[in-house]
């Protein structure tokens, strides 16, 4: 790929070094060497130059950028107010928010459940779950049809469990036990 380059390179600087050597012209502008270069780069060759670069493997990585590069670049695209207008206007985009949140979401989740072993968070949540708005909703979802319907299925699987049939038996049992030793 870098051969490629090389010989976009080495073709452009031929063409302005036989230009210059043909007559006794002066030796073109940097003005009129940029519009030259520019031109070929135009050209359908040129184009496919610039695919054929881009395809290839070794390029690619060379132009991936490092982590800190990229850091600073997102924390100076977020600080900037033209930066946060532009994120807002990109997380508008639901097929972009979606990517994002699929990216991010193993690291939210890790985040979340380092917050939860956090004291002071603990308690930002349990003020909030105690507030008597949200106890209002709580208790009108305990209400309402699908939510009991959904408690008598889970009860019924509970008791068709072989696992709880023998825990509830032994229970019995013990109870029955210490019941026979209370009388004697």
Do not use: H
């Not at 073109?28 to 493997?57: A, C």
């Not at 959904?150 to 825990?167: C, G, R, V």
Request: charged residues 30%; positive net charge; hydrophobic residues 35%.
């Amino acid at each position: 790929m870098m051969a490629k380059v090389g010989s976009l390179v080495l073709c452009v600087c031929l063409l302005i070094g036989l230009a210059g050597c043909g007559s006794q012209q002066k030796l073109p502008s940097y003005q009129e060497n940029k519009k030259m270069v520019l031109d070929m780069l135009k050209t359908d060759d040129g184009k496919k130059v610039f695919q054929d670069m881009l395809k290839d493997r070794e390029f690619k990585q060379a132009l991936v950028l490092d982590d800190e590069a990229v850091r600073k670049t997102l924390i100076q695209t977020l600080t900037t107010e033209q930066g946060q207008k532009l994120w807002q206007k990109m997380l508008q985009d639901p097929d972009f928010s979606e990517q994002l949140a699929k990216t991010m979401e193993s690291e939210n989740e890790k985040l979340l459940k380092q917050m939860m072993k956090d004291p002071g968070y603990q308690g930002m949540m349990l003020d909030i779950l105690k507030t008597p708005e949200l106890q209002q909703q709580y208790l009108g979802l305990l209400r309402t049809k699908p939510f009991r319907q959904q408690i008598d299925k889970s009860i019924a699987e509970l008791m068709a469990s072989p696992l709880f049939k023998k825990q509830l038996s032994d229970a019995i049992v013990d109870t029955l036990k210490k019941e026979q030793e209370k009388q004697q």
